[in-house]
């Protein structure tokens, strides 16, 4: 037995829990999923083979495209919102000293909190009758700049981007300051030789290194904001009239609030598949922005 | 040998670990003297802080001290997940022994699913509770002859409240007509007090509360069944727009105050309670809440009655929609001494005992019981006398299908953010189609 097949063979061997872990919990039920898909299942009962009536019907439901588009503003808000304050941020706060210390841990801190008790927190803020929000306006002067924040469809979902935003900055803000820390001196020390300064210093030297954290907080970004749920919940449940439904509340109320688990299932393939697409699509954006 | 060793190891940790996270733990057992202690589960929601879960909570003890060859396995689910918990175990075909359920809908669907069996032998032994239950108590447990739970709760779901001093002091009675009652909100939205209070942010209250009265003075409870069973009737009938449209009229002249789709049932009733609204369209659950938030005074201070009639109505105006409440269900897999023990729990939880208990506990009954007003609060005492005094309509989510009621109630907060009736009636319409189908 060579050396090379025994140490893969042990890895092998090493991967098999994991392996099988996560095949008995993610990949079975994503496959059992698309399945139940071709069901006309209310949950209780005998379940009925529709075929692609369920996937039909997705396409043709006006609720699902809405979702979807208030699904890819969340993604965008998130990618053009997190990604570049996170960044800046961190840029920022790179020292040690103490003030720096106490604004990270401030822009950390929504993160550990619960989303139900940010939902909360900022579903008072928004809040019609006793708004914080509301109250501040008011008392600049500015009667005509208050809204009807989470009840309006019209400014609704851009009033729900706003915690989102605020909520998920935190861990972003970490990984780039690990990246940044992670640059080694000489490499500054070069810049400093070569007289590379500020933007020119960022642009060319700075960013290209930390370039793959950020595809992959990008990544992570765009996989998050797909499945955020718990802030949308907490706060309009999706409505009035499903004004702010995004892909996982329209799957959660189809299958959970009016129980049509046939088609519930359908909708989490659909969300997998576009998920997918959104992911690969964006990591080859990039990977061609690197050459 | 070293490696197989190794290789034996890791795989016996992995087998271990996956039917450790698989195994369950069987359900007999047996106490010391050898004599089988019968296991019964019972999952309910009696969680909250409310008279109503506080007195539940003390019969299930009592039950348990009066019976110690029972071992009860009690599950208390707040509220708000409790229908999604049972609905679940529902689908795995593992439901408890005993569990709270509800009339209609979910009955008729565990009942096809053969979950639960029929509880008429408990009934049939015990005549005098079975007639002190009030005229169709079991319609929606029952399924042809079967009767599967008795109801512990009554739900009107539509009644209207009002602040007498906020309308005396604008010189207004509580409306009758639905003139009277427009009257009243252009006279109160002047004074800037907010003419009814409403809280349509989980989409339902709209629905259960407003629509299913107003939609019942305006097409009378025949024609809705009707449509409801898409036999010679469809919700894009000409009553049923004009029904949509009264609604709008309603919202349209600021009878609600703003952000009501934000708001939820029980800041509504907070609203209400702390007298910044002069009335407020709710069910029986509230007075629950209302004996827990208001002051004594602000109590005193309230009065109930119908919803206004309509001109030209085809409906009897002196109803109130409503449901009976939940009541204890009966798993089909429940057999011998099992069974004697969960009739046993069941009487002892909706027995007449319990419903007095209950009733005592401001919260309305399906049962005939002589009221004890000093053991209530004033506004529920009215109400208790409402409620005996009118006929009972539908309930629109008691009778449609959960998909087809959640289009009506999103369809009602489009509606009442300006949405077209005669479009939302299509929608409701095609939902009732499909579900027919």
Not at chain 1, 30 to 51: L, M, N, P, V
Not at chain 1, 257 to 284: E, W
Not at chain 2, 150 to 167: E, F, V
Not at chain 2, 406 to 417: K, S
Request: glycine share 8%; aromatic share 10%; with cysteine.
């Amino acid at each position: 037995m060579t050396s090379t097949v025994r140490t893969r063979r042990f890895i092998v061997i090493g991967l098999l829990p994991a392996l099988l872990l996560f095949s008995f919990f993610v990949i079975i039920p994503i496959i059992w999923s698309a399945y139940y898909g071709f069901f006309d299942w209310k949950g209780i009962g005998t379940a009925k083979f529709i075929g692609f009536d369920n996937y039909s019907e997705i396409i043709h439901d006006e609720v699902f495209w809405r979702s979807l588009k208030n699904n890819m503003l969340v993604v965008a808000a998130s990618v053009f919102g997190q990604v570049p304050i996170a960044l800046v941020l961190a840029l920022l706060l790179l020292k040690n000293s103490w003030i720096h210390k106490f604004i990270r841990t401030a822009v950390f801190m929504p993160m550990v909190l619960s989303s139900v008790v940010v939902g909360i927190i900022w579903g008072y803020i928004y809040h019609p009758e006793i708004g914080i929000l509301n109250f501040l306006l008011d008392s600049l002067g500015l009667e005509s700049w208050k809204r009807q924040w989470l009840g309006d469809p019209a400014v609704s979902m851009y009033s729900l981007m706003v915690p989102i935003i605020w909520n998920y900055i935190g861990p972003y803000l970490i990984m780039f300051i690990a990246a940044l820390h992670n640059i080694p001196s000489e490499m500054d020390d070069a810049a400093k030789i070569d007289g590379a300064k500020g933007s020119r210093k960022l642009f060319s030297l700075t960013l290209p290194l930390i370039w793959d954290t950020i595809k992959v907080a990008v990544v992570l970004c765009i996989s998050g904001s797909l499945k955020s749920f718990d802030l949308i919940y907490i706060m309009t449940g999706g409505g009035p009239a499903h004004s702010t439904e995004l892909l996982a509340s329209y799957m959660y109320n189809n299958t959970f609030a009016i129980y049509r688990f046939g088609y519930g299932s359908a909708v989490s393939t659909a969300i997998i598949i576009i998920s997918l697409f959104l992911i690969a699509g964006s990591q080859y954006l990039m990977k061609s922005k690197n050459r | 040998m070293n490696k197989k060793l190794s290789i034996v190891a890791t795989s016996l940790v992995t087998t271990s670990i996956l039917l450790a996270a698989c195994g369950s733990n069987g359900d007999t057992n047996s106490n010391s003297n050898g004599k089988e202690k019968v296991m019964l589960s019972l999952w309910h929601n009696y969680t909250g802080d409310d008279q109503r879960a506080q007195t539940m909570r003390a019969i299930i003890e009592q039950y348990q001290k009066d019976h110690p060859e029972v071992e009860l396995d009690v599950q208390a689910i707040p509220p708000d997940g409790y229908r999604t918990r049972l609905k679940t175990v529902a689908a795995a075909n593992e439901m408890p022994d005993l569990f709270v359920m509800w009339p209609g809908v979910m009955t008729k669907e565990f009942q096809s699913g053969n979950l639960l069996q029929p509880i008429n032998e408990l009934l049939d032994s015990k005549k005098e509770w079975k007639d002190g239950f009030l005229p169709g108590s079991f319609d929606g447990f029952s399924i042809g002859e079967d009767i599967f739970s008795a109801p512990i709760a009554l739900s009107p779901t539509s009644i209207l409240y009002y602040n007498k001093s906020i309308l005396e002091e604008n010189g207004l009675q509580p409306p009758k007509t639905w003139d009277e009652l427009m009257n009243a909100v252009t006279v109160l939205k002047e004074k800037k007090i907010t003419p009814i209070a409403l809280g349509n942010k989980a989409a339902w209250l709209a629905q259960s509360s407003i629509f299913s009265s107003l939609a019942d003075r305006v097409t009378g409870t025949e024609w809705f069944l009707k449509a409801a069973a898409q036999d010679g009737a469809k919700f894009t009938d000409p009553e049923f727009v004009e029904a949509l449209t009264y609604l709008q009229d309603l919202g349209k002249a600021g009878a609600f105050q703003d952000g009501f789709n934000s708001i939820d049932n029980t800041q509504m009733e907070q609203y209400f309670a702390q007298g910044k609204a002069a009335m407020m369209i709710d069910g029986g659950w509230a007075l629950t809440n209302l004996a827990a938030s208001a002051s004594k005074e602000t109590l005193e201070q309230m009065g109930a009655t119908v919803l206004p009639s309509i001109p030209g109505g085809k409906g009897d105006p002196n109803t109130i929609s409503g449901v009976v409440g939940t009541g204890i269900g009966m798993s089909s897999k429940v057999k011998d001494a099992k069974k004697q023990a969960a009739y046993d729990l069941m009487y002892a939880m909706a027995g007449p005992d319990a419903q007095k208990r209950v009733l005592e506990s401001n919260q309305l009954v399906s049962y005939k019981v002589d009221l004890d007003k000093t053991k209530v609060t004033p506004i529920f005492a009215e109400v208790y006398d409402l409620v005996n005094s009118v006929t009972t309509t539908p309930v629109y989510d008691g009778v449609m299908s959960s998909a087809v009621a959640d289009e009506l109630n999103n369809g009602l907060q489009d509606l009442l953010m300006g949405g077209k009736p005669e479009e939302i009636a299509k929608k409701v319409q095609a939902a009732q189609e499909k579900e027919a189908k």
